[in-house]
């Protein structure tokens, strides 16, 4: 599987984005996708899973901001952001496990990564 994403980009406190991956390859029909976030000086951090039964999960921190939902046909994953805050500054990357369902904070140990797309949140 490769994962490609897009959306990122420079956006003041309190706005929005939406990121998108778009995975090619072969396809799994058990599989989890995420995104995984990474600040300057910080460890990774597990942002939000979806899985093949589309069932979600989100990190507290950004629980009731942030949507994950997919598009099978299309094969790519969305990360819609709102209230953006400063903290919500990093490189996001979207991830990939096949034959699991996990949670979001597993998925900083995901197999396969994308290779990021930036999201800088100014105040």
């Known amino acids: 599987v490769h994962l490609v994403e897009s959306g990122g980009g420079s956006v003041q406190s309190g706005g929005s984005l939406r990121l998108s991956c778009v995975a090619s390859?072969?396809?799994?029909?058990?599989?989890?996708m995420g995104w995984v976030r990474q600040a300057p000086g910080k460890e990774r951090e597990g942002v939000a899973s979806?899985?093949?039964?589309?069932?979600?999960s989100y990190a507290n921190s950004v629980k009731g901001r942030f949507t994950i939902s997919q598009d099978n046909a299309k094969r790519t994953l969305y990360l819609q952001m709102s209230s953006l805050k400063p903290e919500d500054t990093a490189m996001y990357y979207c991830?990939?496990?096949?034959?699991?369902?996990?949670?979001?904070?597993?998925?900083?140990?995901?197999?396969?990564w994308g290779q990021g797309t930036q999201v800088t949140v100014t105040s």
């Open positions: 991830v990939f496990n096949r034959y699991t369902r996990d949670g979001y904070d597993q998925t900083p140990a995901f197999e396969t």
């Open positions: 390859g072969a396809g799994y029909s058990t599989y989890t």
């Open positions: 979806i899985d093949d039964i589309d069932r979600t």
